[in-house]
């Protein structure tokens, strides 16, 4: 099934220069990148994409770190783009994350772990449609 999906890369990701290798694994594993753009993360779009850890003790520390530089806010599409792109990255703490994995390779831990991916399909179309519009999203 053919699907769209959102990455952001994180600050950790941009820091590190890593937005190339990262999108690079991306289309080898025959993602298209369909969407894409640079953004600085303003609080109130972080409140709303991140409203469900609003209540958590370290919320506030998510947000003042992917507020620390500009991000890369992407769409992918390709067959099963939702579950290829979360088997790509690999956990979400990038201290568990596999080898070969882009949070096993790059990530430090559970916050800087290079990048977000939507996890379902529901997600994706209200994540996407956050950041992007339907004239912006080339496929």
């Known amino acids: 099934m053919i699907e769209r999906t959102l990455v952001i890369l994180k600050p950790d990701c941009m ?25 600085r993360l303003q609080e109130s779009l972080l409140r709303e994409h991140y409203d469900f850890l609003m209540d958590k ?5 998510i947000m003042k770190y992917m507020m620390e530089c500009p991000v890369l806010v ?10 290829v792109t979360r088997g790509l990255l690999g956990p979400t703490d990038s201290s568990l994350a596999p080898k070969g994995t882009i949070r096993g390779d790059f990530g430090q831990d559970k916050s800087r772990n290079i990048a977000h991916a939507s996890d379902s399909r529901e997600t994706a179309a209200k994540e996407i449609a956050r950041f992007f519009t339907e004239s912006e999203i080339f496929a």
């Open 15 to 39: 820091q590190k220069s890593l937005a190339g290798a990262v999108m690079e694994r991306f289309t080898q594993a025959g993602l298209s990148l369909v969407a894409c753009k640079m953004i």
């Open 57 to 61: 003790p370290f919320f506030p520390n």
């Open 74 to 83: 992407l769409v992918f599409s390709g067959e099963n783009a939702i579950a």
